[in-house]
């Protein structure tokens, strides 16, 4: 077929079935565009999906405390090791927060914050108690279980060394204290005593 006798046949073709090739031509472009897009989109959030899933892995508690128990660890028969915010003061006096994966117990709780703030070993938390249980004593005078007060309010008394104070924004250093012990936690409130 030459070149003349294509173009006759196709001055012979009627301009509907022109446009309805050129307007299929478009169509299955659009399809293909529109395949391409879904799988994309598809890879993406499979790959958002494994993102958010190896992140909330990492707040699932896998270790298990059962040795070595602490002051009030009487309260519960094995401690989860868990993701903890501690709040701290940084250099330039800002209130800052930092995740650490440990065992929540007042006692490490205030040893990191103690380490966050940059606090020497001339602090030390003296004692810490807890109000709102009711302590049930064996023959031995130990105790034996503990429950929960009607209704309690359940407040961490602290004693912490008066050392404190000769740091630069100590009172900062006490309300991230404060906020460490009672976020995320059991307990409503935090007193602390300086001696």
Request: proline share 1%.
């Amino acid at each position: 077929m030459t070149e003349e006798t294509f173009l006759n046949a196709v001055g012979l073709l009627d301009d509907c079935y022109i446009e309805a090739y050129l307007q299929a031509k478009e169509n299955a472009a659009k399809r293909a565009r529109s395949v391409t897009l879904k799988r994309w989109s598809l890879v993406a959030a499979c790959l958002a999906l494994v993102i958010l899933a190896s992140y909330a892995v990492s707040y699932i508690p896998v270790e298990y405390d059962t040795g070595d128990m602490i002051e009030n660890s009487h309260l519960h028969s094995a401690q989860l090791k868990s993701n903890v915010w501690i709040y701290y003061v940084s250099d330039r006096g800002w209130i800052r927060r930092e995740r650490v994966k440990m065992y929540a117990s007042t006692e490490n709780r205030f040893d990191v914050w103690k380490e966050l703030n940059h606090i020497g070993e001339d602090v030390k938390l003296l004692s810490s108690t807890v109000t709102g249980y009711h302590y049930v004593y064996d023959e031995n005078g130990e105790v034996f279980a503990v429950s929960f007060e009607d209704d309690p309010e359940l407040t961490v008394h602290l004693t912490v060394s008066a050392n404190i104070c000769s740091y630069d924004h100590y009172e900062k250093m006490l309300k991230c204290l404060k906020r460490t012990l009672v976020n995320h936690s059991s307990y409503d409130q935090c007193e602390i005593n300086l001696v």
